[in-house]
Nanobody, 115 residues
């Protein structure tokens, strides 16, 4: 069974930085796209950033220039480096892997930014 385990969430002040990690705990092959999504109370889940197997990336307009997504294929891990954090970034963050013709979701990690 493949499970995605997230870490790195927490409480930080506006202007600070945080790095999220998400690693597959089981065996998985042919991972295509890795991505990060977030969901704030009362709002729909939205795409934050994603990276393809070829290294192409795209970001939500609200995080461009502040967040960086990267991956380590040897560790089956995706990272999200978040800098210059704002109160509006407060949400539960979920990682997602696309592979083996399936979608896998992490359990979510809370990120709270104090202003």
């Amino acid at each position: 069974q493949v499970q995605l385990v997230e870490s790195g969430g927490g409480l930080v002040q506006a202007g600070g930085s945080l790095r999220l990690s998400c690693a597959a705990s089981g065996s998985i092959f042919s991972i295509n796209t890795m991505g990060w999504y977030r969901q704030a109370p009362g709002k729909q889940r939205e795409l934050v950033a994603r990276i393809t197997s070829g290294g192409s990336t795209n970001y939500a307009d609200s995080v461009k220039g502040r967040f960086t997504i990267s991956r380590d294929n040897a560790k089956n891990t995706v990272y999200l480096q978040m800098n210059s954090l704002k109160a509006e970034d407060t949400a539960v963050y979920y990682c997602r892997f696309q592979g083996d013709s399936r979608l896998y979701w992490g359990q979510g990690t809370q990120v709270t930014i104090s202003s």
